[in-house]
Structure formats: structure tokens, C-alpha cells
């Protein structure tokens, strides 16, 4: 049986990967209090684009979804800043940061 990755691992991955492009920069926030609940888990800013993202681990069925809060924390993300996702991969972070225009296609 296969073992599943834990999503800590998927954000390191994006993280490293994001961190290897030119004029990118991204981090994972350590964020604590209710005040703070449901946030994106990646903050980023590549070539003076700024963009958060919801990590998920793929295939989990509904556990591959952001909850409700967090979903709600996306969009008001997307109305201040453009762009604001979920992502279960590295594939799909390149996609989404190129559909919203933030890493060249």
C-alpha cells in the first residue's frame, strides 16, 4: 500500500519550487488565533504580482476542497488581490498562477 504524502510536504514543494523562479518569493505564514483561521497557506509575490494559495492534497474527495471559511477567505483574497486559489500539485499552481496572469504562460 502506498503511502500518502502529508500536505506539509505538498506546500515545501510548491514552496521550493515557487522560491527556484525568477523575481518570485513565497512563503508559508505560521498563522495562530481564531482571527486568523481559515487562511491561504501560501503568500506570495512573483515579479510584483501578489497571489495567495490553499494547499489540499489531491484525491481525497471532499477532503480535497478548502472548507467553507476557507473558501470564503479565498475569494476575499481574489477581490483585494486577483489572485487567490486552491492547488493539489506543483502542475496545477503553474497552471492557476498563468491563467491569473502572475507567472508568464
Known amino acids: 500500500m502506498a503511502t500518502r504524502k502529508p500536505e506539509s510536504a505538498l506546500v515545501g514543494l510548491?514552496?521550493?519550487n515557487l522560491n527556484k523562479l525568477p523575481r518570485t518569493k513565497a512563503i508559508k505564514l505560521h498563522?495562530?488565533?481564531m482571527n486568523n483561521a481559515g487562511e491561504p497557506d501560501i503568500f506570495g509575490c512573483s515579479d510584483g504580482?501578489?497571489?495567495v494559495l490553499e494547499v489540499?492534497?489531491?484525491n481525497l474527495g471532499k477532503r480535497s476542497q478548502p472548507t467553507a471559511l476557507q473558501a470564503i477567505k479565498l475569494e476575499?483574497?481574489?477581490q483585494a488581490c486577483g489572485s487567490a486559489n486552491c492547488v493539489?500539485?506543483?502542475e496545477e499552481t503553474v497552471q492557476v498562477l498563468q491563467e491569473d496572469g502572475i507567472l508568464p504562460g
Open 14 to 16: 510548491i514552496l521550493k
Open 31 to 33: 498563522l495562530s488565533g
Open 49 to 51: 504580482k501578489f497571489f
Open 56 to 58: 489540499k492534497r489531491p
Open 76 to 78: 476575499e483574497w481574489k
Open 88 to 90: 493539489r500539485s506543483w
